[in-house]
């Protein structure tokens, strides 16, 4: 190949950008973890511990050997299959809306259903701690942002009520992802029917967890299929597969199919993990005390961690959240808890708006008492000695 003198340089900004990463204890490594092993997991976000249930991954591997490995072509060419239209008509029924279109990630549902309910002459409101997909959503759409104060109404209210806009937008996460702590969804939805303003919830944490046998953060609130509100899912943390949606109107999804550059232009959600998600609703659906379980681990684990003098979030869904003194600590934290055999997340900035580090940790269902008493132990004896001051 012809060379130019210096063309080997032209990646030197990436290593003093890596250096300043380093210096500032943000580096990030990626950690394969092994397909059988002992660690007791509390980083991910299986929360009902579906992802290796027979019926899920058993679905999967018989709609792969069926349909293919991929899906080969986008939702509107080839990549809709009846495992797609079932999938989306059970999502919508659990759920309680009218419609759900399924997408490949959360994230590129996100995407789809903030530029596609906003832009042009619309102004969008968020809370200022949503999650990175709805942020990028916004970024894309081009529009009048307001990011405001966290979990506050009146905030959203008084944002609403000072912009000059045909349309507007309230966005916010039903479960916020490094606290687990809850949106006031009813105040919200109020101050959005006073503004006519639409209301978009991420309910990625919530599908599974929340509300009666699992159906989400807007069931439980009693706001499920009214005609203002558009909620969106993933389908790889309780449901234990991959993949997003949006549900709401039957209008809304209609706009999203004809609309939404994530979803025209992206290729559909493999068969393999839209039979996986079936199946798991499919478990939600004949074990409703499942999400109660969660709920009785994250206490739990939350009350004996405070007990032993961690300052701790208050669960409110799967995810307890435990302050670390600096990022340095908490990266070195979770690695000797590693070393231990507990795996556990750790939170840094920039995942952390605040800027607070934190291990993160996610109480499954199938957790048992006495993996939460190791975990606690190990997550003690592994603590920076501030950590608890
Ligand atoms: N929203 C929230 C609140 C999330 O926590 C996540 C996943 N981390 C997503 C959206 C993105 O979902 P997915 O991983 O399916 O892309």
Redesign the pocket.
């Known amino acids: 190949m012809q060379g130019v003198d210096g063309h080997e340089r032209v990646f030197d900004w990436l290593d003093t950008e890596a250096e300043k990463r380093a210096k500032a204890g943000l580096t990030r490594k990626l950690r394969p973890r092994a397909a059988a092993s002992d660690e007791l997991d509390l980083a991910g ?1 299986d929360y009902l511990g579906l992802a290796r249930d027979k019926r899920v991954a058993g679905a999967a591997a018989a709609a792969a050997l069926r349909w293919g490995a991929g899906s080969t072509g986008s939702r509107l060419v080839t990549g809709s299959t009846e495992l797609h239209t079932e999938l989306e008509h059970e999502l919508a029924r659990f759920c309680g809306f009218q419609a759900a279109l399924v997408f490949s ?6 995407l789809g259903a903030v530029t596609t309910l906003s832009g042009g002459e619309s102004a969008i409101v968020t809370d200022k701690y ?5 942020i990028e959503g916004c970024r894309l759409a081009r529009t009048d942002v307001a990011a405001v104060a966290h979990a506050d109404p009146d905030a959203v209210k008084h944002a609403l009520s000072t912009r000059r806009k045909d349309r507007a937008l309230v966005v916010t ?1 039903s ?3 490094v606290d687990g702590d809850l949106a006031p969804l009813n105040q919200l939805s109020q101050v959005c029917r006073e503004h006519n303003a639409a209301l978009l919830v ?1 309910d ?2 919530g599908l599974g967890v929340l509300g009666e046998g699992g159906r989400g953060a807007l069931n439980a609130a009693g706001l499920a299929g009214e005609p203002d509100i558009v909620a ?1 899912v ?4 309780s449901l234990g597969a ?3 949606a949006v549900l709401g109107p039957r209008r809304v999804i209609k706009h999203l199919v004809e609309t939404a550059r994530s979803f025209i232009f992206d290729t559909g959600l493999a068969p393999a993990a839209a039979a996986a998600a079936l199946a798991a609703l499919g478990v939600l659906k004949s074990e409703p005390d499942l999400p109660q379980k969660v709920l009785n681990n994250s206490t739990r684990l939350a009350d004996h961690l405070r007990g032993n003098g961690f300052r701790v979030s208050e669960p409110q869904a799967a995810v307890v959240s435990v302050q670390a003194p600096t990022p340095e600590d908490a990266v070195e934290w979770a690695a000797r808890c590693a070393e231990q055999g507990v795996r556990v997340g750790c939170f840094r900035p920039p995942s952390v708006p605040d800027g607070i580090s934190r291990l993160r940790l996610t109480a499954r269902a199938d957790l048992t008492d006495g993996d939460i008493d190791t975990a606690v132990k190990v997550i003690s004896e592994c603590a920076p000695p501030s950590a608890t001051s």
């Not at 993933?234 to 943390?237: D, E, F, G, I, P």
């Open positions: 976000n990630s959360g994230f590129t549902a996100n949503i999650h990175a997909s709805l996460d479960v916020f992802s991420d990625a944490h969106t993933t389908l790889s943390k991959q993949g997003g």
